[in-house]
């Protein structure tokens, strides 16, 4: 049973099933008190009527959040019944009446909300025709004034409705652009941080470029230009990863093979130990290499002295899991480190996590960080192992 809700209409309709059950279950005990005092006054037909009506309300109002054209017809039924056998009077009728054709004029479409109206004259008409064995000149004055309401009643839903709807399409409007907004104004951020990411290695490499241009060769300087410009060409490559789409081809990969490559070509002096299953995914091989590449690399930095590295398959999934014993990562930053250009690295660009995480997005998985059990920070990247319906090449 879910009670969330998402537009007025929802919450409109939440409040008419509770106040539907609430007013037949007060009701019920209401009139089971009397009848306990006295028999004569209330008959066994309608208490059974309401009890059946108590029920099926709080079944209605268990089972469903959008309002049907036979709850209406079902609760006018209900209030025709007991005025039929006395339970209440025929002005108590025609006010209760109100309450449905005004919420099926504001919940239902135009002919549904018609067809309640329909059945409320109708069961007036046969009200008369059962009770007073005709209509009388008081009566027709009393069936004119209640008909009266009772379309006014529909008029004043639709009108409601009409509101409530141009309501939610403006509130629907605002939040298209506080989202554009937000995603324009996040595309300037990322816009000012590459900028300041390709402005700081370029800025070297002119310095060092017009000290070398006197003639003289300097070994320092050399070393300025190649390292910056291999930042450049890091930053560029991680951008161009974070930007293009991954290509659609999919291989079956050895998931150890490829992270035991992978460290191969790390050589920080610090100890890294794979251990968990032996376990193959289809994915795209380039980025599913340059994801863990970010992954293990970013281990490495951060740890003192470990990299830990699990693989496990769980539930037709493959969870990798690189752990460092590390000084860890703050839990108020846990979603931020897969956002473009966040990095607490002085050399980092701040894309290789976001890489990461647009593979995984992509591939249909995710990733998230916690704390590590060595202490530091442990990065989690859950994969579906393939794709159904779908077959592989398989390399390794």
């Known amino acids: 049973m879910d009670y969330r809700v998402n537009s007025p209409f929802e919450k409109l309709q939440l409040i008419y099933k509770v106040g539907r059950f609430s007013f037949s279950a007060g009701l019920l005990v209401l009139l089971l008190s009397i009848y306990s005092i006295n028999r004569n006054i209330i008959d066994k037909f309608s208490l059974m009527v309401l009890a059946v009506y108590t029920v099926v309300s709080a079944v209605l109002f268990i089972t469903g959040k959008r309002a049907l054209l036979f709850e209406f017809l079902l609760d006018e039924l209900f209030l025709f019944l007991l005025v039929l056998k006395g339970a209440f009077s025929y002005g108590f009728f025609s006010l209760f009446l109100l309450f449905p054709i005004l919420f099926s004029a504001m919940f239902l479409n135009t002919l ?9 004259f109708s069961l007036q008409i046969a009200y008369f025709l059962i009770t007073a064995k005709g209509f009388q000149l008081e009566s027709l004055i009393q069936f004119f004034l209640n008909g009266v309401a009772l379309v006014l009643m529909t008029v004043l839903g639709q009108k409601i409705k009409e509101k409530l709807e141009n309501q939610s399409r403006y509130i629907s409007e605002l939040e298209k652009l506080r989202e554009e907004t937000a995603f324009y104004k996040r595309l300037y951020e990322i816009s000012a941080n590459l900028a300041h990411e390709l402005k700081n290695p370029l800025a070297s490499i002119k310095g060092a470029v017009e000290l070398l241009s006197t003639g003289h060769r300097n070994e320092r300087l050399l070393n300025i230009v190649l390292r910056e410009t291999e930042r450049l060409d890091s930053i560029i490559k991680d951008f161009l990863n974070l930007a ?59 740890a003192r002295s470990r990299v830990k590295i699990t693989v496990n398959e769980k539930n037709g999934w493959v969870e990798i899991t690189v752990e460092d014993d590390g000084p860890g990562i703050p839990e108020e930053e846990w979603d931020r480190v897969f956002e473009p250009f966040f990095s607490k690295r002085k050399e980092g660009s701040g894309l290789g996590l976001s890489v990461v995480k647009k593979f995984a997005v992509e591939h249909g998985g995710f990733v998230f960080v916690k704390k590590s059990s060595l202490g530091g920070a442990a990065f989690t990247l859950r994969l579906p192992k393939e794709s159904e319906n779908e077959s592989f090449r398989f390399r390794g």
Do not use: H, M
């Open 112 to 120: 549904q909300s018609y067809a309640a109206l329909f059945v409320a």
């Open 244 to 302: 293009k789409p991954i290509p659609a081809k999919k291989e079956l990969l050895k998931v150890k093979e490829v992270i035991d490559e992978v460290c191969s070509r790390l050589n920080e002096g610090k100890e890294c130990t794979v251990e968990g299953d032996e376990v193959e995914i289809a994915v795209e091989p380039k980025t599913f290499y340059s994801a863990l590449d970010n992954l293990i690399r970013n281990a490495f930095y951060w």
